[in-house]
Structures are given as C-alpha cells and as structure tokens.
C-alpha cells in the first residue's frame, strides 16, 4: 500500500490505494501533475536560514536550471525535494507526491553534489547495485547498466575498479547512477563542476537526450552559460530566496543599449529625447539605453537633421552576466 496525493482530487488530499492499483498510482496521479511544487519551502539550520519562503513550480518536460552563487541554497533545496532534509516550513510535492515519498522517489534520479562511491567497486558493480536498489528484474540489470555507461561515455571501462576514476570520470559514472531506469525527473546538483570542456559537452547533449524523452531535469548550477545553453526556464535563488522566474529571454528583459559616436549636437538635444531611453556620456559617446533597436534609423535619421555627424552605432544587448548581477544586486 502507498500513499499518494491524488491529482484528480483537487484539494490534493492523500489518499490510500491497495496493492491492485500500484501500477495505475505509479502514473495517473503524477502526470497531471507538475514535476515539483514548492509553496513557501524553508530550512533552518542552527546559525543560518539556508532556504527561506521559496515558492516555485516546475512543468513536465522542461528543463529547469535553478541558478545561484555559491552557498544560495540550491543544494539544500534539492534535499528538502528529495526528502534528504526536512523543511523547517513550507511544503513541496514532487512528481505529484509530497517530498520523500518513496514510490516517487523511485521515478527520480539524482546526482548529487558530492558523492563517492566504494573506490573497489567496478563501474558496472556500482550500478547493478543501483538497478538491485531501484528494483529492477535481476536478468535486466548488467543490461541497463551497460547502456547507462554507454551513454555516459565510460563503456569501455566496465570493468575497471572507481578508485582508478578520474574526478571527471567518477561525475560521469554518477550521472550514469542518475539516469538508471528512465526516471521521469532527473535531478542534477552542478553535473559539470568536474568535468572539462569535452565532459560538458556530453553532459548538455545527455540532458537534451533526457528531456526529448519527455522527462524533466532540474539543473542546480551556478554557471549561467550551462543555463542559457540548456534551460528552458530558470528560477534565480539568492540567499535562499527566489529572486527571478523565467525563461532567459524573459530574465533578460530585452532591454538594449546603443552606444553612438556622435558629433556636432549638443547635450541639450539628448534631454529633449529623453524619451527615446535614458542617456549618458561615455567619453566621445553617447550610451542610451532602450527598449529595443527598433529606434535606431529614427534616432540616426533625427541625429543627421539636426546637424549631428554619426561616426557608429553600435547596439550591445546587455549580458546575461550583467543581467545575473544586476538581479542580485536588486535590493
Ligand atoms: N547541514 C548544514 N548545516 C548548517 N548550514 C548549512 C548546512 N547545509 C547548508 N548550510 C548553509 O546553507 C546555505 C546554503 O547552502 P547550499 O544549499 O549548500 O548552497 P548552494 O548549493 O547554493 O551552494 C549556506 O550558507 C550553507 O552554509
Ligand atoms: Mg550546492
């Protein structure tokens, strides 16, 4: 018998089911379902508040990057989800399931952020004994566990003892332990820290294999190119607390700055179109922030018919570096 909230039930209450529908459980509550679902989740430790009020919802399918500076929180979040930690307040339902339940424990898989496994197990030991703990028909596990090094990169080194792994070789082995039995979410606590250019390469097309799938990944990182290559939205967490949710487009905001060398107009001209964006002086140049190019050939055109000279124009789309730092800065 398990218990499992029920998607259909509209207050989400926990209901019981038998034996007879497990199977019918393990699926129709959580399809309906987002993959997690966090109202006002919170941990405290002793000294500090790791995460604080945390609200976010994250949909089937997508790849989710929940992006933060060291020591933000993410790891801590992930172990509330997982039921690794319990919340000081708040709760999360994950896979249509509150935090920790263990048949939807079962459809997760998760990297954490340190791990180590036994250095005189072999490659494929180390996952058979996840196949044997996830479960999975004994005749089928050196199977799925070669096809999980497969994918990851190290089949060749089945055989070959952990404690011989490179550090980036032991990140792969534990993405392997991460994607065994097609988990319908798949956690990833910074998967590339590890790795080199190459490994984070392998990484980024295994997380697009994951969600052609129609699985979900949920991407702690603190590396903003891993997002913009991978997410399709992200929640920007900061001292514990969602800061921003969206996709990067939208995080961006699309605001642009166009800086022109301009000649021949005097500083009063500028404030006169001041509602063409905000300016300033860079030296010889002139920095005006709008909401998109779009203005540019007018405000050229009307530069030239008041006499002005336009040595360039150039149009910078604020980075996302900068955007990351600004959203931080935010008070
Ligand atoms: N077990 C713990 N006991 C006390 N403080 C902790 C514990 N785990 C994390 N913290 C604190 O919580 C904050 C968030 O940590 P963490 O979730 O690891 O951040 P991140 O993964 O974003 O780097 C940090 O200030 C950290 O020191
Ligand atoms: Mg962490």
């Given at each position: 018998?398990?218990l ?59 790849v ?6 060291n ?25 249509g399931?509150?935090a920790?339940?263990?048949e ?14 036994p ?14 703990l996830?479960d ?7 199977l ?16 070959h ?6 550090k980036g ?8 332990v ?34 052609a ?23 920007v ?7 921003a ?57 009307a ?6 000279q ?22």
């Amino acid at each position: 018998m398990s218990l499992v909230r029920s998607a259909d039930d509209p207050d989400g209450r926990v209901v019981r089911r038998g034996p007879a529908d497990d199977a019918d459980a393990r699926r129709a509550p959580s399809e309906a379902s987002p993959a997690v679902h966090a109202t006002g989740l919170s941990k405290r430790y002793r000294r500090s508040v790791a995460v604080q009020g945390l609200s976010m919802t994250v949909n089937r399918g997508e790849v989710f990057g929940f992006l933060g500076p060291n020591g933000a929180g993410k790891t801590t979040t992930v172990k509330l989800l997982l039921g690794l930690a319990r919340p000081s307040g708040g709760e999360a339902l994950v896979l249509g399931a509150p935090a920790g339940d263990r048949e939807a424990r079962r459809r997760v898989g998760y990297l954490p952020e340190l791990f180590r496994f036994p250095h005189w197990l072999s490659a494929l030991e180390v996952l058979v004994l996840h196949c044997r703990l996830l479960d999975l028909p004994r005749g089928r596990r050196e199977l799925v566990s070669r096809e999980a090094l497969a994918l990851v990169g190290l089949a060749d080194r089945a055989e070959h003892a952990v404690g011989t792994f490179s550090k980036g070789m032991q990140q792969r082995l534990g993405l392997a332990v991460a994607l065994l039995g097609e988990p319908d979410l798949v956690v990833l606590d910074e998967p590339t820290s590890a790795l080199d250019p190459v490994g984070r390469h392998d990484v980024r097309e295994i997380v697009r294999a994951v969600r052609a799938r129609g699985a979900t990944v949920f991407l702690n990182t603190h590396l903003l190119s891993e997002a913009e290559q991978l997410c399709d939205r992200v929640t920007v967490i900061d001292r514990g607390q969602s800061v921003a949710t969206g996709t990067l487009a939208e995080l961006l905001g699309g605001r642009t700055t166009v800086r022109l060398l301009v000649t021949g107009l005097p500083d009063r001209w500028w404030n006169a179109h001041s509602s063409l964006g905000r300016w300033s002086r860079d030296g010889d140049w002139v920095v005006l922030e709008t909401g998109s190019t779009d203005v540019v050939p007018d405000l050229v055109a009307a530069v030239v018919h008041r006499g002005g000279q336009v040595a360039a124009v150039v149009p910078e789309h604020q980075s996302l570096e900068d955007r990351f730092l600004e959203i931080l800065r935010e008070p």
